[in-house]
């Protein structure tokens, strides 16, 4: 289904393929008049709002059953100011995927779940320079924490496409 494309229910059009992954450019609490807060700050990677909240881009990997690859969702975690300098003084430092989880909460609404997602617990794992820290969602029977934990197919996959791409109002 993946290499074939799929008929998308939301718009009827046939797409080519079946994405793997998509990502949140701010966390769910940035606003764009944040941006002229000289105590707020966006960029690609960190996020901090009015010197207060702080937020770190992370990745949700879900695997994917029936699929020689993962699903991603690139979200959004809050973490504590220390847990946050902690991430910032490391950023560039080797070894750093050695450091212990840190606690956040995920700061990203992700658009195929009937709950919530805000404010989920997490445990954020940092990862080898370069590469974004994981997240993994606290055990609990939230649809998101099911899916982190058991998996889902390439069908689940299309209608989350389905849904991100084409969302209803």
Known sequence: MTDEGFVCQGCG???ESVPFSYGAQAPAYWRDEL?????SVLEDELCIIQAQHYFIRARLVIP????GTDFEWGVWVSLSRDNFRRTVDLWTTP????EPAYFGWLSTQLPAYPVETLNLKTEVHTEQVGTRPHVILEPTDHPLAVEQRTGITV???QKIAELVLHPRA
Do not use: I, W
């Open 13 to 15: 059009q046939r797409h």
């Open 35 to 39: 941006a002229d807060d000289e105590r």
């Open 64 to 67: 994917v059953l029936d699929a």
């Open 95 to 98: 070894g750093r995927e050695q």
């Open 155 to 157: 069908e689940r996959v």
